[in-house]
């Protein structure tokens, strides 16, 4: 199967072909942009179809990333997929990013014996404000295990001490949640992933169950942008 994956949650447009019959990314785009993803997303997807040699008929199923991150540019990116599914009549899967990064850390995780034994890991990403997105696969005092939440760096960090066990945290907030003190073996080793790379979004979209139910933007807090109150204009007639 042919699945077209999109990746607009972060500063990034990305786009890759992944056959999954052959667990093979037959190309991928990604455009570091910052913001315009609306302007760009269809350009991207033109070029990597090109470079793959793949048309439209060939997609099997089209894969999103759902965030956190992005508010507009992740509802650029599920926006085009559904668009994708309705106009193709394919399957639209949604995957979240702190879930990818999550899966590649599993994967590529620090060497050594010892470390490699640490079955505790954890994503965190900075979300501003002085708070962090994460995806544990442990339970700590702030949420269950496999469960994404933002929550403050303060708050996060005092919850990591309070455990017993060795972890492992990577992610642009990673380094933020290790009191400087700590006497966890482990969890002052952290690696700094950006984002997951879109093959690996691709490879766990591939694999996840397709339902009817559409992919939705994974909003952990509400966006900065608020309505204004008391300049409703005055409606005549």
Do not use: W
């Amino acid at each position: 199967m042919i699945c077209l994956t999109l990746d607009t949650a972060g500063t990034a447009c990305a786009a890759c072909l992944y056959d999954s019959a052959r667990d093979v990314v037959l190309a991928e785009i990604s455009e570091d942009i910052g913001k315009g993803h609306a302007e760009r997303l269809m350009g991207v997807i033109s070029n990597v179809m090109t470079k793959a040699k793949v048309t439209y008929q060939d997609i099997g199923r089209v894969i999103t990333t759902t965030g956190p991150g992005s508010f507009t540019g992740i509802r650029v990116g599920v926006a085009t997929a559904r668009g994708f599914g309705v106009g193709l009549n394919i399957p639209v899967v949604g995957i979240s990013n702190l879930e990818a990064i999550l899966d590649e850390f599993t994967a590529d995780r620090i060497g050594g014996s010892t470390l490699q034994r640490v079955t505790m890991l954890g994503v965190a990403m900075n979300a501003g404000r002085g708070q962090a997105y994460c995806l544990f696969n442990f339970a700590t005092a702030l949420k269950e295990a496999n469960r994404p939440f933002v929550a403050d760096i303060e708050d996060i960090r005092e919850a990591l001490a309070s455990l017993k066990q060795p972890f492992l945290l990577c992610g642009s907030a990673a380094s933020a949640m290790i009191e400087p003190e700590s006497t966890n073996p482990a969890s002052s080793h952290a690696r700094t992933y950006a984002n997951a790379s879109i093959g690996v979004v691709a490879r766990l979209g591939a694999k996840s169950s397709a339902t009817a139910k559409k992919p939705e933007p994974l909003y952990l807090r509400k966006p900065d942008a608020v309505a204004q109150k008391g300049f409703a204009v005055e409606r005549r007639g």
